[in-house]
């Protein structure tokens, strides 16, 4: 019997080989301008060679103030597009697709003169970072814009969206963060505005047939922040305005690492995955294609999720590093959960710029 995971789905115009998506996952391997590196080429290539349907690459930052750390990729200037033409070549002779994720790291900048939707500390003991002003924000709203223009210019086959994770788009979401009194401020079709401004001025750029993502929380999973109930209203306005596909993730760094997007609780076979409560109840009311990732470790679950109508699409970031040929294993027929066992070791290497690997398998 066909294996449904490993059937062709369309997100919009988009034909993707399978329902597997490898989730955005920062990389450490651009290097000092924020150009992609063979080395980043070679790990994502890996993963188009071993049946990964959609690559969507670390994200990218769409300018230079918003930069999360030193090996980050840009989508900053047009001096990146030449770069991302030759991996995106070699991902598709592999037969994946690649979705470019725009982000902005707000007032979690690693970059000076740090900036969020109200002014907050990054950590305790830190200086706090300013208030963007309404000049700010229609500045961010275009870069976002032309980031995406030079993604299709370069032949990524769709871009995504990063508001999740205490990100710019995040922050302006969250009451955590966004204490704003002014239009982007208080409720939450207020807070949801820069979010939704940001889709609206992509989706001009690039018109109505190319493939516009977005990667949201599910929760913050911090007290007083973003709710469930929230995430679902606003893929509801989001799907209204012709998203084509929304990813769930969840988890902000004042909700501790024990809810942060990469927790350290492994599933067991035949738990609830992450954010796995969240998906159904949008699934429940909505059209919109629904990707998930977060713990999920073993391919009767994601088939269960696929079948169930949880989602559409399993997305997995953790399980690639560990086993770049995971796909290929469950393809073959062999059910033998990931061997990730969620432990977080892979990101030393990552972010010191040592490459993308599992230390526990060697490199």
């Known amino acids: 019997m066909e294996n449904r995971l490993f059937t062709p789905f369309h997100i919009g115009g ?95 900048t690693a970059a000076v003169g740090a900036a969020g939707p109200s002014a907050f500390a990054q950590a305790p003991g830190k200086p ?34 990063h508001a999740a994770h205490g990100y710019l ?58 709710s469930p109930e929230e995430c679902i209203e606003v ?8 998203l084509n596909a929304v990813e769930l993730s969840g988890g902000i760094p004042p909700a501790g690492p024990g809810l942060s997007p990469i927790r350290l609780e492994d599933v067991r076979d ?19 294609p629904v990707i998930l990732v977060g713990g999920i470790r073993y391919p009767e679950k994601a088939l269960s999720l696929v079948e169930s109508g949880a989602c559409d699409m399993i997305s997995l970031s953790r399980p690639l590093i560990r086993e770049p040929g995971l796909l290929c294993r469950w393809l073959a027929g062999d059910g033998i959960r990931s061997a990730c066992v969620s432990c977080n070791a892979c990101f030393r290497p990552i972010i010191t710029g040592r490459g993308v690997y599992c230390p526990r398998a060697g490199k």
């Open 14 to 108: 988009l034909a993707v080989r399978n329902r597997f998506v490898r989730s955005a996952t920062h990389e450490g391997l651009a290097d000092e301008a924020g150009f992609y590196t063979k080395a980043l080429s070679d790990v994502l290539t890996l993963l188009a060679q071993h049946e990964v349907g959609l690559i969507i690459p670390g994200h990218a930052f769409v300018s230079p103030e918003g930069r999360a750390s030193k090996f980050q990729a840009s989508a900053a200037s047009d001096d990146v597009i030449p770069h991302w033409r030759k991996v995106v070549d070699r991902v598709h002779s592999c037969g994946a697709k690649m979705a470019l994720q725009l982000a902005h790291a707000g007032g979690n």
């Open 128 to 161: 706090e970072c300013r208030e963007l002003s309404a000049a700010d924000i229609e500045r961010l709203q275009t870069a976002f814009a032309a980031a995406a223009v030079r993604g299709k210019e370069a032949g990524f086959d769709a871009v995504q969206i």
């Open 169 to 226: 788009l995040s922050q302006f979401l969250s009451p955590c963060y966004n204490r704003r009194t002014d239009s982007y401020g208080g409720s939450l079709a207020n807070r949801a505005r820069m979010l939704y401004e940001v889709y609206d001025a992509v989706r001009s750029a690039v018109g109505r047939e190319f493939p516009v993502l977005v990667k949201i929380n599910s929760a913050d999973f911090a007290e007083g922040g973003f």
């Open 235 to 242: 893929c509801l306005e989001l799907e209204k305005r012709g």
């Open 270 to 288: 035949g738990g609830k995955v992450y954010y796995e409560d969240t998906a159904r109840r949008l699934k429940a009311v909505s059209g919109i």
